[in-house]
């Protein structure tokens, strides 16, 4: 979890994102792979992001492998793929989150994650280390997003229903590498596209700004 002193801008009145959206905003939906589950101990050893607005992707993805300066545990390069061989010689990431940072661009942008604290929590306590504020940017939390605008899978009574892939499944997004942290960014993306959808008739002040925009899908103009 990331370390209590470094402040996250947390978005939360979701009843807004398709205003933020239709009005030109800019996301990037980014994931991290890391050698464990605590930013103080761990490290990066992936990021993955992709840029896009309203209108669809912007530019090419952001997708760096990152040397930790510890082994690859087993059981990560089993769940991801990743092996200590691919890493070795790769940018550490004090090379590399700078490098995101260029690719976000700047603090208007919003940032989107699934449990989004882990991995801006990653991302911030390697700034510390390198002596660079904390991320200003607002972020939307794509999980908890995910349980307001479905908040019947949770009478299933299956767990991990809210997870990024089980989310995936039931909403046939595409997945084409499971924990790798550049379909995963993809994969976030395309469910926060797919809640704007699915949630429209419970935003807020959005039509305004959706009439000054082109109709990408999966929003079509005979919604209006």
Partial sequence: M??????I???????????????????????TETTGLHA?????????????????????PFDQLIQPPVSIPPFLTELTHITNSMVQGMPTAASVVPEF?????DSRVILLA??????????NVELERALIDPLPNRVIDTLPLSRWAYPNCAEEGESGVY??????????????AAHRA???ARVCMDLFTR???????RQKSWKQHATAVSYPNPIQPELF
């Fill in 101 to 105: 940072l260029k690719f976000v661009g």
């Fill in 114 to 123: 699934h449990n989004a604290p882990f991995d801006v929590g990653f991302i």
């Fill in 40 to 60: 103080d101990s761990d490290f990066l050893m992936e990021i993955g992001a992709v840029k896009f607005n309203c209108g669809g992707t912007i530019g090419e």
């Fill in 195 to 201: 809640i704007v959808q699915d949630t429209i008739e």
């Fill in 163 to 176: 997870k990024l892939q089980s989310l995936a499944k039931r909403l046939s997004i595409p997945v084409h």
């Fill in 9 to 31: 801008h947390l978005y939360k009145d979701y009843r807004y994102i398709a205003r933020e959206y239709y009005r030109g905003a800019v996301f990037v939906a980014f994931d």
């Fill in 2 to 7: 990331p370390h209590s002193r470094h402040k």
């Fill in 182 to 184: 550049n379909d995963d």
